[in-house]
């Protein structure tokens, strides 16, 4: 029903910059809470932030607050994460998703992920 794509990722040097979009499809986007997760190798999979659908207020994860920013443009169905002052332990593939306002606790639709890779 709701389609996510990533797109965004790369290869940057620590102190950079990247900015990651996620395109969704669906009529009901702006009334979803929309996430940012990340996974490691060898690591579980992290949350890094999340903007809500109604309120549009934000939250971070304190690995990444104060460095990285969501906002989304729901005219275009898409959710952007920004990402400053990238640090190597950023190196992960980053998974946009979705949440129902209907739903639980959990992300009811998931990107493809996208490659970020912080180098030293």
Known sequence: QVQLVESGGGL??????????????????????????????????????AIRGS????YYADSVKGRFTISRDNAKNTVY???NSLKPEDTAVYYCAAKSPAGGKGYDYWGQGTQVTVSS
């Open 12 to 49: 940057v040097q620590a102190g950079g910059s990247l900015r990651l979009s996620c395109a969704a499809s669906g009529r009901a986007f702006s009334s979803y809470s929309m996430g940012w997760f990340r996974q490691a190798p060898g690591k579980e999979r992290e949350f890094v932030g």
């Open 55 to 58: 309120i549009g207020s934000t």
């Open 81 to 83: 994460l920004q990402m």
